[in-house]
Nanobody, 125 residues
Framework: QVQLEESGGGLVQAGGSLRLSCATS????????MGWFRQAPGKEREFVAA????????YYADSVKGRFTISRDNAKNTVYLQMNSLKPEDTAVYSC??????????????????WGQGTQVTVSS
């Protein structure tokens, strides 16, 4: 089992920044990739960013590229999502996920085995 716990969500004005954290514990070999996904009310869950734990290679959705940065701290077993220049359309529940997707499938939520409980991010206009 892998346990994931997000933190860092909150309310911020448009143009502001937030940093989300995802602390991981448990079976580390089940976390080849760590992903961030988000789901806004009435919308489907969408991929935000992912990082390959060992290499540090990162992947981003086009909607956040240049504004969000995913990173990891191996010593702390924690993945971060730095979100800058936030927009009202970024408002959603953000969840981190762990699993063993391939590079071709890491944007698909169903490829991830373990999920955190989610943290709310609200961006006011």
């Amino acid at each position: 089992q892998v346990q994931l716990e997000e933190s860092g969500g909150g309310l911020v004005q448009a143009g502001g920044s937030l940093r989300l954290s995802c602390a991981t514990s448990g079976r580390t070999f089940s976390r080849y990739a760590m992903g961030w996904f988000r789901q806004a009310p009435g919308k489907e869950r969408e991929f935000v960013a992912a990082i390959i734990w060992t290499s540090g290679r990162t992947y981003y959705a086009d909607s956040v590229k240049g504004r969000f940065t995913i990173s990891r701290d191996n010593a702390k077993n924690t993945v971060y999502l730095q979100m800058n220049s936030l927009k009202p359309e970024d408002t959603a529940v953000y969840s981190c996920a762990s699993g063993n997707p391939t590079a071709a499938t890491l944007m698909r939520g169903r490829e991830y085995l373990y999920w955190g409980q989610g943290t709310q991010v609200t961006v006011s206009s």
